[in-house]
């Protein structure tokens, strides 16, 4: 079963980051790594951040543990939904009004044209956040009933949307294209709900929303809910750190940093974050059935899989950096010195490739545990790592001294990840083998 899922994730991850290379080849080729394309990635990255951070991450960290224990899973399922709904919406109506404080915020080193530029683009792309939260309501149902498929696939969407965007939009001016993008990601949400209605629909699940006889207090899963918030934030409060520092570097820095987070991602979504989905739910069930055993033996499974496959990863990475951002985007507006950029980043995010990985299995421990406050410790220190050396390679270093700062990160989450599960238990778990 373990193995059968996480093939299935990867192969859904895999299908999706294809088609978003082949997006962001035509945004290299079409805009290029400048003022357009860094404010229409400063925009999508708000949405996203808050997307990681509340939708994916920390809500279904909380709630498949306690949705699992749950005598009364209609009504408690129904509470969530609502709540946190009308909680998101808020917040995205709230940035529509004061987009220009929020972009100033999240970019400080924009002037205030580019401010101006950035300002509706980013109230746009913020409808993606609600949106995206339904779907990661549904899809954490549909996990629970051990179904990933449909939720591996569907990001698709959202990078067919854009494809289909950057095309219709080439020969415009280029901030044009920037809201043609912005309106293709609103679309791609929209395809990703329909998709999954169906899904739950064929599994007879739409029935766990009922919004009859509602009551809202369901105190410890905010509250669970909230330390896996700020647990899930450190990784993505780091990005949105880098995007904050790299707009006081030369024009073009931001792009740098995201085209070679994009390539890191790749091994970091299609193996660690896709066995950590498949296996989160059955640690999940285990725990709560008391079945310890069972619990660490999937996890020894699932780590020395996950190791192989992200030490190899690196290694092709490493060795071969510059060829793969050459080859994946110099063409058009993307020039060779951009590639140089991009590959030296891409390289020092992959030193951290394989302790940001494992810490992903390890902290399913503490998650299904409903240890989230301990793990939220854990990530702020990691965090607070990260941003010292920031701080302290941002201007010798540029946007390279950014991305090593992030790695530094990352062996940090796993020191302390592992110190918390157990040294010894940590190391009995492999002795035999």
Same mark, same amino acid.
């Given at each position: 079963m373990?193995?059968?899922s996480?093939?299935?994730?990867?192969?859904?991850?895999?299908?999706?980051r294809?088609l978003?290379?082949?997006?962001?080849?035509?945004t290299?080729?079409i805009l290029?790594a !400048?003022?357009?394309?860094d404010?229409?990635?400063?925009?999508?990255?708000v949405?996203?951040?808050?997307?990681?951070?509340?939708?994916?991450?920390?809500f279904?960290?909380?709630?498949i543990?306690?949705?699992?224990?749950?005598?009364?899973?209609?009504?408690?399922s129904s &509470?969530?939904?609502?709540?946190?709904?009308a909680f998101?919406? +808020?917040? *995205?109506?709230?940035?529509?009004?004061?987009?220009?404080?929020?972009? #100033?915020?999240?970019?400080?080193?924009?002037?205030?044209?580019?401010?101006e530029?950035?300002?509706?683009?980013?109230?746009?792309?913020?409808?993606?956040?609600?949106?995206?939260?339904?779907?990661?309501?549904?899809?954490? +149902?549909?996990?629970?009933?051990?179904?990933f &498929?449909?939720?591996?696939f569907?990001?698709? +969407?959202?990078?067919?949307s854009?494809?289909?965007a950057?095309? =219709?939009?080439k020969?415009?001016d280029?901030?044009?294209?920037?809201?043609?993008? @912005?309106y293709?990601v609103?679309?791609?949400?929209?395809?990703?709900?329909?998709?999954h =209605?169906?899904?739950?629909?064929?599994?007879?699940?739409?029935?766990v929303?009922?919004? !009859?006889?509602?009551?809202?207090?369901?105190?410890?899963?905010?509250?669970?809910?909230?330390?896996?918030t700020l647990?899930s934030?450190?990784?993505?409060?780091? &990005?949105?750190?880098?995007t904050?520092?790299a707009?006081?570097l030369i024009?073009? @820095?931001? *792009?740098?940093?995201?085209y070679?987070?994009?390539?890191?991602?790749?091994?970091?979504a299609l193996?660690?974050?896709?066995?950590?989905?498949a296996?989160?739910?059955?640690?999940?069930?285990?725990?709560?059935?008391?079945?310890?055993n069972?619990a660490?033996?999937?996890?020894?499974?699932?780590?020395?899989?996950?190791?192989?496959?992200?030490l190899?990863?690196?290694?092709?990475g490493i060795?071969?950096?510059e060829?793969?951002?050459?080859? +994946?985007?110099?063409?058009?507006?993307?020039?060779q010195?951009?590639?140089?950029?991009?590959?030296?980043?891409l390289?020092?995010?992959l030193?951290?490739?394989?302790?940001?990985?494992? #810490?992903k299995i390890?902290?399913?421990?503490?998650?299904?545990?409903?240890?989230?406050f301990i793990?939220?410790k854990?990530?702020?220190?990691?965090l607070?790592f990260n =941003?010292?050396?920031?701080?302290?390679?941002?201007?010798?270093y540029?946007?390279?001294?950014?991305?090593?700062a992030?790695?530094i990160g990352?062996?940090v989450?796993f020191y302390?990840?592992?110190?918390?599960?157990g040294?010894k238990?940590?190391?009995?778990l492999f002795?035999?083998?």
């Open positions: 373990l193995i059968k996480i093939f299935t994730n990867s192969s859904g991850i895999l299908f999706s294809v978003g290379f082949i997006r962001d080849l035509l290299a080729s290029g !400048n003022i357009y394309s404010i229409f990635f400063v925009a999508f990255k949405p996203n951040l808050f997307r990681r951070i509340f939708a994916e991450g920390a279904t960290q909380a709630f543990p306690a949705y699992a224990k749950s005598k009364h899973k209609i009504q408690f &509470a969530i939904f609502l709540s946190f709904f998101i919406m +808020l917040l *995205s109506l709230l940035v529509t009004l004061f987009s220009k404080f929020v972009t #100033s915020f999240i970019a400080i080193g924009f002037d205030d044209k580019t401010i530029l950035t300002a509706p683009l980013l109230a746009i792309n913020f409808y993606y956040l609600p949106m995206i939260f339904v779907v990661t309501f549904m899809a954490a +149902l549909l996990q629970y009933k051990n179904h &498929a449909t939720t591996a569907s990001t698709a +969407l959202l990078n067919l854009l494809i289909a950057l095309l =219709i939009s020969d415009l280029k901030y044009d294209i920037t809201f043609y993008l @912005s293709g609103l679309i791609g949400g929209i395809l990703q709900i329909l998709v =209605i169906i899904a739950l629909k064929n599994k007879n699940l739409l029935k929303l009922s919004f !009859n006889k509602i009551k809202f207090a369901q105190r410890k899963f905010y509250n669970s809910f909230a330390a896996a647990g934030s450190t990784a993505h409060l780091s &990005a949105f750190i880098d904050w520092l707009s006081f024009s073009g @820095s931001i *792009s740098y940093l995201y070679a987070n994009r390539i890191f991602q790749l091994p970091l193996f660690a974050i896709a066995t950590s989905v296996l989160f739910p059955m640690i999940a069930k285990a725990i709560k059935n008391k079945n310890e069972k660490l033996s999937l996890m020894k499974k699932a780590s020395m899989i996950l190791s192989v496959l992200l190899i990863s690196s290694f092709i060795f071969f950096n060829f793969i951002v050459e080859l +994946l985007f110099q063409r058009g507006e993307f020039t010195v951009d590639t140089v950029n991009t590959a030296l980043i390289l020092m995010y030193i951290g490739l394989l302790p940001y990985g494992i #810490s390890f902290s399913l421990w503490l998650y299904a545990q409903e240890k989230q793990a939220a854990i990530s702020m220190k990691a607070s =941003i010292v050396f920031s701080l302290i390679l941002f201007k010798p540029g946007a390279t001294g950014l991305a090593f992030s790695t990352g062996f989450l302390y990840t592992i110190k918390e599960f040294f238990k940590f190391y009995n002795k035999n083998d």
